[in-house]
């Protein structure tokens, strides 16, 4: 198969992915429509780019998959990809940290923006690690596919105990 056609079918179902993502915001969006979306939209708005996020990366995996196939013989890209999977997974570690460190704080203040942009890399953490994994199957060296399991596994525990955390928190006596 021709390079052009290869990137041509990646790029088809990416844009098959956003578009699916689109219409399910769009029914969503419709199928609540009323005053509250009116009085609480940029509350409605977060979770309406939640929703496409998720829906977006669910249905990426199938072009993904086929990207990263078509890659499978670049031994170079898949040392760069396991580096810089290991590196993104602790920006987990580090958001995880500043949940813990901020809880039940009032001196949030300093550190207002990192603590917001924590809580976001939270959030889009099942999505890196849905793409670890599957970069991880791909793999096609041993070394390649440790990395990125270890990168999995780190985003996916951070997200799991924060998870826990937010809706179980610790009461005290």
């Known amino acids: 198969m021709r390079p052009l056609v290869k990137v041509g079918l990646v790029g088809a179902g990416y844009i098959g992915a956003f578009t699916l993502a689109s219409a399910v915001v769009t029914a969503y969006v419709a199928a609540t429509s009323g005053p509250d979306r009116q009085n609480y939209g940029a509350m409605f708005a977060f979770g309406d780019d939640l929703l ?19 890659l499978r013989p670049y031994r170079s890209f898949w040392r760069v990809l396991s580096v810089t999977a290991l590196v993104v997974a602790t920006t987990a570690v580090a958001a995880f940290f500043d949940d813990l460190a901020w809880r039940g704080s009032d001196a949030r203040s300093a550190a207002n923006a990192w603590s917001a942009l924590a809580s976001l890399r939270i959030l889009i953490a099942p999505l890196f690690a849905l793409a670890f994994l599957l970069s991880a199957v791909m793999a096609p060296s041993r070394s390649s596919r440790l990395a990125l399991l270890v990168a999995t596994a780190i985003e996916a525990s951070v997200f799991a105990w924060v998870a826990f955390i937010w809706f179980h928190p610790f009461q005290s006596p």
């Open 52 to 70: 496409f996020l998720g829906v977006f990366g669910v249905a990426a995996v199938v072009p993904s998959g086929a990207a990263l196939f078509f």
